[in-house]
C-alpha cells in the first residue's frame, strides 16, 4: 500500500539556521504530494504542496519539490524562526478514488532564540 | 474564512461509556473525513464520507462508527469506550475529486477515557 516516511524528530536548531525534513514516499501512480504543519494547541493547516513531477510547492519561505526519480519531497527553509517551531506532516493523496490523504508520523521542529 | 468545528477541545469519559465527537464544516463541503492522531504514529484514518448518509472504512475502524445526517455535520461514535481510544481526534473536510484538494482540519479533540 501507500506509505510516507520522513525524518525522526525533534529536529532543534538555532534561528536563522537552514532547515531540512526528509519525505520519501511509496505508491503507484501519480500521487499529490503535501506538507502541512500543526502547530502547538492547533489542527493541521496546509503548508504547500504539488501536484505532478517536478513542481515545486512554496509558501511563508518553505519550499518542496515533486522528484518523482528520488520519490521524494522534502521540506527546505533558509532561515527559521522561532514562530516555525510546530509538527510538520508530510502526505500524499492518490490521483483517483476519494482523495484521502496518507500521513507520515511527523516531525517536530523546535527552533531556539 | 473557512471553518471545521468540533463540539470539545477536551473531553474525559469513562470506560464503557458511549461517546459522541461531533464535527461541523461550513463550506459546503462534500468530503468530510475522521482521524486519530497519536504521538509516534502521526495520522491515521479512521472513518471518511464523500457524501451525506455514505461512509467508508479507513485503516483503523474498528470500535468506531460514524453518522451523516447532514452535509455539513459528520459525527464519530465510539460504542463503547475503551482506554486505547485515548488520544487526539481530528476531523477534516475537502472539496469531493481527485487528488490535489486540500483537507481543512477543525482543532481537534483530546479524548481520555479512564
Known amino acids: 500500500g501507500d506509505s510516507v516516511t520522513q525524518m525522526e524528530g525533534p529536529v532543534t536548531l538555532s534561528e536563522e539556521a537552514f532547515l531540512t525534513i526528509n519525505c520519501t514516499y511509496t505508491?503507484?501512480?501519480?500521487?499529490?504530494l503535501f506538507w502541512y504543519v500543526q502547530y502547538p494547541g492547533e489542527g493541521l493547516q496546509l503548508l504547500l504542496k504539488?501536484?505532478?513531477?517536478?513542481d515545486k510547492g512554496s509558501n511563508k519561505g518553505f519550499e518542496a519539490t515533486y522528484r518523482k526519480e528520488t520519490t521524494s519531497f522534502h521540506l527546505e527553509k533558509g532561515s527559521v524562526q522561532v514562530s516555525d517551531s510546530a509538527v510538520y506532516f508530510c502526505?500524499?493523496?492518490?490521483?483517483?478514488?476519494?482523495?484521502?490523504?496518507?500521513f507520515g508520523k511527523g516531525t517536530m521542529l523546535l527552533v531556539s532564540p | 474564512d473557512v471553518k471545521v468545528t468540533q463540539s470539545s477541545r477536551y473531553l474525559v469519559k469513562r470506560t464503557g461509556e458511549k461517546v459522541f465527537l461531533e464535527c461541523v464544516q461550513d463550506?459546503?463541503?462534500?468530503?468530510m473525513f475522521w482521524y486519530r492522531q497519536d504521538p509516534g504514529l502521526g495520522l491515521r484514518l479512521i472513518y471518511f464520507?464523500?457524501?451525506?448518509?455514505?461512509?467508508e472504512k479507513g485503516d483503523i475502524p474498528e470500535g468506531y462508527s460514524v453518522s451523516r445526517e447532514k452535509k455539513e455535520r459528520f459525527s464519530l461514535i465510539l460504542e463503547s469506550a475503551s482506554t486505547n481510544q485515548t488520544s487526539m481526534y481530528l476531523c477534516?473536510?475537502?472539496?469531493?475529486?481527485?487528488?490535489?484538494?486540500?483537507?481543512?482540519f477543525g482543532p481537534g479533540t483530546r479524548l481520555t477515557v479512564t
Open positions: 463550506m459546503d463541503h462534500e468530503n
Open positions: 504539488a501536484t505532478k513531477a517536478d
Open positions: 477534516a473536510s475537502s472539496l469531493p475529486g481527485q487528488g490535489a484538494y486540500e483537507q481543512y
Open positions: 464520507s464523500y457524501d451525506v448518509k455514505m461512509k
Open positions: 505508491a503507484t501512480g501519480y500521487p499529490s
Open positions: 502526505a500524499l493523496s492518490k490521483n483517483s478514488g476519494y482523495s484521502t490523504l496518507t
